[in-house]
């Protein structure tokens, strides 16, 4: 019987990850890490430890909890600084390499499983010598956005048990099991640190705890005069609309960030559109390199994103993306991911 070690959250996806798998005829372990607590306190901070742990007893399989506090601090770290140098981070697509599935590799080699698994909804995939992610089949879940960073090393021993199923499916299999609780238990955070839906809140205190200072400064428009007044850069977005706190005749957005003037510019949503984009800190993921020539591929530029035909080319330590179309809204920060059909290519920072 082979051997699994589960990432498992305490939720509904993960929970049913660890049943399926073990349907399936895995001796499965489920591990629950603590990456961050806001308040010492507070028992409910743990509460999901607890949900966990409950889940496991049920399924009648081994717990262990993991405290992983210390290097998840790179992790907030950079998520704040990220929006004090002007850009958007996304802490998933930096954790799930360099935390995540380190934490879960290192601990599946001492319990002695060859895989580890997690509640993702993406499909594993093996061409041409290759692992490669493909979409999970529910597209209002799908989250292969957030794992095109995932070595070969990494792919090669991942199980992605909820991939072919549908949300709804999950949460009927919950409910015949009799894990209601499951079923009526608030998703996860969009940023699992951030416990309010306004991540702005979150590096205000932050930054107190932290000395940092945040510095309003002046709102330009696409011409360079002052038009209002911001808040601090990190409390803005490229393509926000909304907060403001101006009129200027004509729908206005954040069209860029200018971080060493500490300006916030606006202008009208054409003012978005950028017909090309660069990216670092790229992984490919299907190929082992780009064709000379470039390939065409779907681009997206964040998660909700449908994607934009576009082609990709090699470009030093970097890849260029050239779209069809004008895109709008190319945010520094994000990610790029690169579709073929619904596989994917790879991706990287955008910058």
């Not at 995540?100 to 499909?123: I, Q």
């Not at 808040?231 to 005749?249: D, E, K, P, V, W």
């Not at 054409?270 to 299907?286: C, F, G, H, I, T």
Request: charged content about 20%; some cysteine; aromatic content about 10%.
């Amino acid at each position: 019987m082979e051997r699994v070690l589960v990432a498992m959250s305490g939720g509904i996806d993960s929970s049913i990850a660890a049943y399926l798998l073990k349907e399936q005829g895995y001796e499965v372990i489920g591990l629950t890490y603590i990456n961050y607590i806001e308040d010492e306190n507070d028992p409910s901070e743990i509460q999901f430890v607890n949900d966990a742990r409950h889940v496991a007893d049920f399924l009648g399989i081994r717990h262990v909890v993991v405290d992983i506090r210390e290097p998840f601090k790179t992790i907030v770290d950079n998520f704040v600084m990220e929006y004090f140098r002007g850009h958007t981070p996304n802490p998933c697509v930096v954790c799930n390499p360099t935390i995540k599935w380190n934490v879960l590799l290192e601990h599946a080699d001492l319990f002695s499983a060859h895989y580890v698994a997690t509640g993702h909804y993406a499909v594993r995939n093996f061409s041409n010598g290759r692992y490669f992610i493909s979409q999970g089949i529910d597209p209002g879940k799908d989250q292969s956005y957030f794992l095109y960073r995932l070595s070969q090393q990494y792919l090669q021993r991942t199980l992605f048990p909820l991939g072919q199923l549908h949300k709804a499916q999950i949460r009927e299999v919950a409910q015949q099991l009799g894990l209601t609780n499951l079923v009526v238990k608030r998703e996860s955070y969009d940023v699992c640190f951030i416990r309010s839906d306004d991540y702005r809140d979150f590096i205000k205190q932050y930054s107190q705890q932290n000395n940092l200072k945040i510095k309003p400064g002046p709102i330009v428009d696409i011409e360079g005069r002052v038009v209002g007044r911001h808040n601090g850069i990190m409390f803005y977005t490229i393509g926000q609309r909304r907060g403001l706190g101006i009129a200027l005749g004509y729908p206005a957005y954040v069209v860029d960030i200018d971080a060493r003037k500490n300006h916030i510019i606006v202008g009208p949503r054409e003012a978005l559109a950028r017909q090309n984009l660069m990216v670092d800190s790229y992984n490919l993921m299907k190929y082992s390199q780009l064709p000379q020539e470039g390939m065409k591929v779907k681009v997206k530029i964040r998660y909700r994103d449908k994607g934009v035909p576009a082609t990709i080319k090699s470009h030093g330590d970097k890849i260029q993306v050239i779209f069809d179309s004008p895109a709008y809204g190319v945010t520094p920060g994000q990610s790029a991911v690169f579709y073929e059909d619904n596989h994917v290519i790879g991706g990287g920072i955008i910058i």
